[in-house]
């Protein structure tokens, strides 16, 4: 007979909770879940025209700027920024086409060669909204889910208010959204023997993504996440161990606590061990450089009161895929499982078959491959 539960160790089967799954971090306060160290499997590359190459030609070198340097983040803004199109939604394509390139290096121990040895495929940062969401005050999500060949893929699909706020970005706000893209113009360097260059443009298209496998209590994971350069040093430790993820921001010293929460699920999710944080002021001018070591920050705020847990955001997200597996149990590509998630409420969920949710690409003869 399933009680009332007040221990929170599985709280979506609280009958009092039977259709959706809580996000009152109380419930999450246990033991740290089970989390292996994630292991890179591979990588791809998007090109200035947002092109897939199963490759590393995007991969970036990181050099160390001055402690106080004087980087405008403004410059370029008007004259060498390409914007990627943020309106076109690629859904999983990109991680998709990575795994039927790759078939191979995805060890299955079934004896059908149909079937991915991994539980869930999401992108990395789908993953940093569920670490973050027990302590997330203001934005909503909306998660699809399709269940195929026994694995459980995870697709973003965009609220009605980032919708809004996506296409009424004041000048200033897109602006800003630049300056961040043009620290890391300062940071690194396209090989290991050059310099960076800031006189070149801005091009958002870009990107290396690193795809990783690790396990979360008792759910196989494949995610892919932006990594935006690596240790020059031939020498360095092996992926993702060498990665370097920049950020900038407003705080001069230390950023706020949500800031910092989001900031270590990010890199602490694909095993990414450092961050470099650009400091600007109101002029967007960088005035100083700090590194912040991902193993350290939560011990940063934890003398601050009502402070974030990493407990709770993993034990969260480890509960919401058990709550997914329950739930999505058709295997059906034009099935979806669309779980929606508002600040102050539980997580709930509802089932559309062949609607506009639909994600996963009729790439039939893609899935043959599999
Ligand atoms: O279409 C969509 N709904 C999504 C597309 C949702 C999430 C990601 N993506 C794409 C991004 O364009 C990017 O190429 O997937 C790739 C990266 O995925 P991720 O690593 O899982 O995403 P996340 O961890 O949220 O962001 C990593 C970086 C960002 O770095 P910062 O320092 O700002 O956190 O990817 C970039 C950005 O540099 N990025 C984007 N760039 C342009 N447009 C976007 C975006 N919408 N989202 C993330
Ligand atoms: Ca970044």
Redesign the pocket.
């Known amino acids: 007979e399933p009680t009332i539960n007040t221990s929170g160790s599985t709280p979506w089967r609280n009958p009092l909770r039977s259709q959706g799954l809580s996000t009152r971090r109380e419930l999450y306060e246990r033991d740290f879940p089970v989390y292996k160290q994630p292991v890179e499997v591979g990588c791809f590359s998007?090109d200035s025209e947002r092109r897939f190459f199963n490759d590393s030609r995007q991969m970036r070198y990181y050099v160390e700027p001055d402690r106080n340097p004087h980087f405008d983040l403004k410059d370029g803004y008007k004259d060498r920024f390409v914007?990627?199109d943020?309106g076109?939604?690629?859904?999983l394509d990109?991680i998709l086409r990575w795994i039927v390139a790759n078939r191979s290096k995805l060890d299955s121990r079934e004896t059908t060669a149909s079937v991915l040895d991994v539980d869930f495929v999401?992108?990395?940062?789908?993953?940093?909204?569920l670490l973050t969401t027990p302590y997330e005050t203001r934005d909503s999500w909306l998660l699809a889910v399709t269940r195929f060949r026994g694995t459980l893929y995870i697709?973003?699909?965009?609220t009605e208010a980032a919708r809004r706020d996506r296409e009424n970005r004041t000048e200033r706000n897109a602006e800003m959204?630049y300056w961040?893209?043009k620290f890391?113009q300062y940071t690194f360097a396209d090989d290991i023997h050059s310099l960076p260059d800031p006189s070149g443009v801005v091009n958002?298209n870009e990107?290396f993504?690193t795809v990783v496998q690790t396990r979360l209590a008792d759910h196989r994971l494949l995610?892919?996440?932006?990594?935006?350069c690596r240790d020059k040093d031939p020498a360095a430790p092996a992926p993702p161990a060498c990665y370097v993820?920049?950020?900038?921001s407003a705080e001069i010293c230390t950023p706020k606590q949500f800031k910092l929460l989001?900031?270590w699920a990010?890199s602490f999710?694909?095993g990414v061990p450092r961050i470099v944080a650009g400091f600007r002021d109101h002029e967007g001018v960088v005035v100083s450089v700090e590194t912040f070591h991902i193993s350290k920050i939560s011990h940063l705020i934890k003398n601050e009161y009502n402070c974030w847990k990493p407990t709770v955001c993993m034990n969260f997200c480890s509960d919401f895929l058990s709550f997914v597996k329950h739930v999505a149990t058709e295997d059906n590509p034009s099935v979806v499982y669309l779980f929606s998630w508002e600040p102050h409420r539980d997580v709930t969920f509802s089932i559309h078959r062949d609607s506009q949710y639909s994600f996963l690409p009729h790439w039939e003869k893609m899935f043959e491959r599999l």
Request: proline share 2%.
């Open positions: 998007l914007k990627r943020d076109e939604k690629e859904k990109h999401t992108w990395r940062g789908h993953l940093t909204k697709s973003e699909v965009e959204m961040g893209y890391e958002t990107a993504c995610f892919s996440g932006e990594v935006d993820e920049l950020k900038t989001k900031w990010q999710l694909p």
